[in-house]
């Protein structure tokens, strides 16, 4: 057999595993972007970025398929099977680069829906069934929307005394009431930009694993083309998938 078939066919059979790890891969990206949506479910009401999640996520459970049929078209040399693999690697392909497009572009508008559905939330704060703010401030190490004093315009501060929530306490158990004369006691930082930093965080690491599965797709395409022309120039023929 041709060296350059051998060569090609056994960059067919590594990409063919490639792809089931990068499924599980990209399962593993997708549900950790849904799940960081999850945490703050009460806070943020904005799901452009869950877009990009949903969109990788069908991808991985067809890229596992991918691979077994990669795997099967290679070692039977089946013409038919090559060329859809070839047609379903594009797809996948392009549906790789739309993730990458809709993340770059609700990244903007994240910031505004964020803005507008945090404020919301925040100003409906009554302690008792807010505990999403709560949940939001105490991981994150912040207070208010902008900062502690965004507390300052809302029901809670003007009918409990001029006091913020004590989840904006660094630590509840050091005698933090959540008064203004315990600035030291507070976290000061507003959790809008924290948040906004967390998720652009999990988006730009979900583009750089997308954006290195897109390039493996690309030489993925490129291997089918070198073993097709090969075989055609050689007159050998391929045997059907099913034979």
């Known amino acids: ?58 991808i991985s459970v067809v890229m596992f398929c991918l691979g077994l049929l990669g795997c099967c078209a290679t070692l039977r040399e089946s013409k038919l099977g090559l060329s859809f693999f070839f047609v379903v690697i594009f797809v ?25 559905s945090m404020n919301e939330v925040f100003s409906k704060y009554d302690g008792q069934s807010s505990e999403p703010v709560d949940a939001l401030q ?12 965004s507390w300052f315009n809302t029901t809670w501060f003007a009918t409990h005394n001029n006091t913020v929530p004590q989840s904006c306490c660094k630590n509840t158990t050091g005698g933090c009431t959540g008064k203004l004369d315990q600035l030291d006691l507070l976290n000061l930082e507003g959790c809008e930009a924290k948040l906004l930093s967390l998720i652009q965080n999990v988006l730009g690491y979900a583009m750089l694993v997308v954006l290195g599965f897109a390039i493996i797709k690309f030489f993925a395409m490129l291997s089918v083309c070198v073993i097709s ?9 391929y045997q059907p998938l099913y034979a």
């Not at 993730?99 to 508008?109: P, R």
């Open 1 to 58: 057999m041709d060296c350059g078939i051998v060569t090609s066919k056994t960059v067919l059979l590594f990409l063919s595993l490639i792809f089931w790890a990068a499924g599980a891969a990209l399962a593993y990206v997708g549900a950790y972007v849904i799940r960081s949506y999850d945490s703050f479910d009460g806070v943020i009401q904005n799901r452009y970025a869950l877009t990009p999640a949903i969109i990788i996520i069908g």
């Open 92 to 116: 996948i392909f392009a549906a790789e680069v739309a993730a990458l497009v809709f993340s770059i572009i609700y990244q903007g508008k994240i910031k505004s829906g964020l803005d507008v």
């Open 138 to 149: 105490t991981q994150l190490h912040c207070c208010g929307v902008k900062n502690y004093t």
């Open 229 to 237: 022309c090969r075989n055609g120039s050689r007159r050998t023929g």
